[in-house]
């Protein structure tokens, strides 16, 4: 997946959904999770799984450049994480994607 598909899809999770607060990051949430077969509350919660890495990170993603929510409101909305395990989360997401890991989803 690109990053014009990464865009895409994360703005039809948005439409409609806009109401200045959290709805539209739960809406890309609940994409996510169900896209690679985890819940929401596997990305939002504290777990450090294996399998956690890449939906977490394509969840940040999408809320940082499709929302332009700051590293601390995703860092909030996703289990009160530091706001620099969420940049760092989000870089290691472009680097694996940039390298041409692709996109493992569950679909």
Not at 77 to 106: L, P, Q, T, W
């Amino acid at each position: 997946m690109t990053h014009a598909q990464d865009w895409r899809e994360a703005c039809e999770v948005v439409a409609g959904q806009w109401d200045g607060q959290d709805r539209p990051m739960m809406g890309i949430a609940k994409r996510v999770a169900a896209e690679f077969g985890v819940t929401v509350e596997d990305l939002r919660g504290a777990s450090q799984e294996h399998r956690l890495i890449e939906p977490r990170g394509k969840a940040f993603y999408q809320c940082r450049h499709v929302l332009q929510r700051r590293y601390t409101e995703i860092g909030r909305f996703f289990g009160n994480r530091d706001k620099s395990g969420v940049r760092r989360v989000i870089h290691k997401y472009m680097a694996a994607r940039s390298n041409g890991e692709g996109d493992r989803s569950a679909a």
